[in-house]
């Protein structure tokens, strides 16, 4: 399994990272446990988490993703061979009474984080999405009045990033990193960390994958120029990049069948089922499932340090890992450039 370095650490992580939102949810314990130990003995050494799952998000199922990886790490006693991410949020009424970020809640939050892991450090930490207003989540344009009450940005993003700075001189972070982020929010933060000798964000996780490339426009060009990988989440859109939905199909058990049919109405539509139509000509062609064409394509990027699959089971686990020994013919590459420019911005609303 190939391995990157995340930004300007020592911390080597595979280019496939276990995506974990579905366990508490549409996956026990017992699956959680299996697909680790599969990715493990397939060489995976990169978990990434978050407080807030599982998803969809809820008051009872808030905390069990961690939990069940907790019980792993004290089943296999393996916590120093993995690289464990994990995200802090803010704003949800049942997490901190919907508290936004600061030392408080940051400090309570990781505290609690690694008692539900059952570890003493996270490698890297995370803000979950901007405590600012900003598109996001397929939305892509930015609005006069998602300023109006954003004149103590700069004063959060300190106190974040002395905090952070502060739990990693002790010990219980290694690295941080941002979430759902614009390139305007990285550069703040990478500016300030700078100018007050804090820690600096080096990593970024943000949806990217053949239907969803508008990191490609400036988001791209700060993590090369400046060492700021992308950790890409939901690279096969959440399962519409396997093309089980064709035809308008409902698998059982599904994202887009259960908890996610609201969102799955702005992407059901003849434009949408086109395009996902002609990537699967564009795998057969290349002798390759259209499961392994979408991953293979976020692998190859230069930008992205690292590619978050997720699967709700062992088989779908399989076949996403499989990308990591897959490379795209420039032919092929080509083709999907020509295809994306007859279908723009195709996963944003």
């Not at 992580?13 to 949810?25: E, N, S």
């Not at 505290?111 to 900003?134: F, G």
């Not at 399989?318 to 999907?336: C, H, M, Y």
């Amino acid at each position: 399994m190939k391995k990157t370095t995340l930004g300007n650490t020592d911390i080597l992580v595979t280019k496939i990272c276990l995506g974990t939102m579905t366990w508490g949810f549409q996956n026990t314990q017992e699956q959680a446990h299996e697909q680790l130990d599969y990715a493990v003995d397939k060489n995976v050494n990169f978990i990434d988490t978050a407080e807030i799952y599982a998803v969809p998000p809820s008051e009872q199922a808030y905390g069990r993703t961690e939990s069940y990886i907790g019980s792993w790490f004290a089943k296999k006693k393996n916590r120093k061979d993995i690289v464990l991410a994990s995200k802090i949020a803010h704003g949800v009424p049942w997490i901190r009474n919907g508290q936004g970020f600061s030392s408080k809640t940051i400090k309570e939050a990781l505290e609690n984080s690694l008692k539900r892991l059952q570890t003493d450090y996270i490698d890297l930490y995370q803000l979950h999405w901007p405590a600012r207003v900003v598109p996001k989540f397929g939305k892509l344009n930015f609005h006069e009045d998602m300023v109006k009450e954003d004149e103590d940005v700069e004063d959060n993003i300190l106190e974040c990033l002395e905090t952070l700075t502060e739990v990693k001189k002790e010990g219980k972070i290694r690295a941080i990193g941002l979430s759902n982020e614009t390139p305007w929010g990285v550069m703040k933060f990478l500016s300030l960390a700078k100018k007050h000798n804090f820690i600096e964000p080096i990593s970024i996780q943000n949806a990217y994958s053949l239907f969803r490339r508008e990191y490609e426009v400036g988001l791209a060009e700060v993590s090369m120029r400046e060492n700021v990988g992308l950790l890409a989440y939901s690279p096969l859109a959440g399962g519409i990049l396997s093309g089980k939905y064709q035809g308008g199909k409902q698998p059982e058990g599904a994202r887009y069948s259960t908890w996610g049919k609201e969102r799955m109405g702005y992407y059901n539509n003849s434009r949408t089922n086109n395009y996902i139509d002609k990537i699967i000509e564009i795998a057969k062609e290349a002798n390759m499932t259209v499961t392994q064409l979408a991953l293979s394509f976020v692998n190859d990027r230069g930008f992205v340090t690292s590619n978050i699959i997720g699967a709700t089971s062992l088989e779908q686990l399989k076949e996403n890992i499989s990308s990591a020994d897959i490379s795209l013919s420039k032919g092929v590459r080509d083709k999907l450039d020509v295809l994306f420019t007859e279908y723009p911005n195709i996963g944003t609303r």
